[in-house]
């Protein structure tokens, strides 16, 4: 594959995945378009790379699909002096995007080798990657403005409702019935709520499962 194939399946994904989609703010249709997806997927796979589905990148984890993305960071509403987190920032496609969107990223993983691979794919000045485990997001750096939850969870940890800042949003795909619901939510007052946008296939990320019902 050369360059040039890249570029033009990255505006067959603008036009195709997301302005069909309601992925309507410029600035993530654009960094969408500038970002090279390609880079963040392993080489073997890089030819579906822009495929509206999810791509295996071992280990159990996938990246989410373009629509997924675009969608999350749409309705989250980005703004240039936010300072962010991204829950499961796997190689680093959805840091890289959101790092032309706002002031500073903290891009979360718990995945040694996925934290290899995104620092391998040369992560923008503004992006801070870390190490740990998801559920409990990365305390040092809150509160933030917005935390991206970049994948399906079956519930969303106290933790990260805790690290928003008065006023923060957060974005995730949740799990309610098998479905996978693109949410979004805000924090005010210190209260904290999600209202599900859209139904997607997003990427499973692991430590957010219920906990088990014991039946007697």
């Known amino acids: 594959m050369t360059e040039q194939n890249f570029e033009s399946m990255r505006e067959a994904m603008v036009s195709n995945q997301l302005r069909t989609t309601a992925v309507n703010d410029v600035r993530v249709v ?8 390609e880079a963040f997927v392993p080489a073997n796979r890089a030819e579906v790379a822009y495929v509206d589905t999810l791509v295996p990148l071992g280990g159990g984890r996938s990246l989410n699909s373009p629509m997924a993305t675009g969608r999350l960071l749409t309705e989250a509403q980005p703004r240039a002096t936010d300072r962010a987190l991204i829950v499961g920032s796997a190689t680093g496609y959805a840091a890289a995007l959101l790092s032309g969107l706002v002031a500073h990223v903290v891009a979360l993983e718990e995945d040694v080798a996925l934290v290899t691979a995104a620092r391998s794919a040369g992560l ?22 917005l935390i991206l939850v970049d994948g399906a969870i079956e519930t969303l940890p106290q933790a990260l409702v805790d690290q928003l800042g008065e006023e923060g949003r957060l974005a995730a795909a949740v799990v309610e019935r ?39």
Do not use: H
């Open 124 to 145: 923008p000045a503004n992006v801070e990657l870390v190490q740990g485990p998801l559920a409990a997001g990365w305390a040092q750096g809150a509160p933030y403005d």
């Open 178 to 216: 098998g479905v996978s619901r693109l949410s979004v939510g805000r924090k005010v007052g210190g209260a904290f709520g999600l209202v599900a946008f859209a139904d997607a296939e997003a990427a499973p990320l692991p430590g957010f499962a219920k906990p088990a019902v014991f039946k007697f």
């Open 30 to 37: 654009d960094a969408m378009r500038a970002v090279p997806r």
